[in-house]
């Protein structure tokens, strides 16, 4: 299995910044795509930042010019760097990764727990 955990999340003022990590553990075979997404109150969850299985990345409108997704592979960890916050960016941000375990066929999403971010004065 995969276990994802993510960190960094708090409260923030407006137009400050914020950097979310996620670590992935467990039986990986090969990890094929890792994204950020977030869900606020009442709301759905929406994609905000992912690699494609290509490597290259994909961000959403509301988010492009102020996050930045990056990675290293090295400690299978994605990071998100927000900066420019703003109120509307409260939520709870989750990642999920699309990855293969050893001794078992297929690949399969998983997700982690999700970090609270606050954006308020």
């Known amino acids: 299995q995969v276990q994802l955990v993510e960190s960094g999340g708090g409260l923030v003022q407006p137009g400050g910044s914020l950097r979310l990590s996620c670590e992935a553990s467990?039986?990986?075979?090969?990890?094929?795509?890792m994204s950020w997404y977030r869900q606020a109150p009442g709301k759905q969850r929406e994609l905000v930042a992912g690699?494609?299985?290509?490597?290259?990345?994909n961000y959403a409108d509301s988010v492009k010019g102020r996050f930045t997704i990056s990675r290293d592979n090295g400690k299978n960890t994605i990071y998100l760097q927000m900066n420019s916050l703003k109120p509307e960016d409260t939520a709870v941000y989750y990642c999920?990764?699309?990855?293969?375990?050893?001794?078992?066929?297929?690949?399969?999403?998983?997700w982690g727990q999700g970090t609270q971010v606050i954006v308020s004065s």
């Open positions: 690699f494609t299985s290509g490597g290259s990345t």
């Open positions: 999920n990764a699309l990855a293969s375990v050893i001794s078992r066929s297929g690949s399969y999403l998983y």
């Open positions: 467990g039986t990986i075979s090969s990890i094929i795509r």
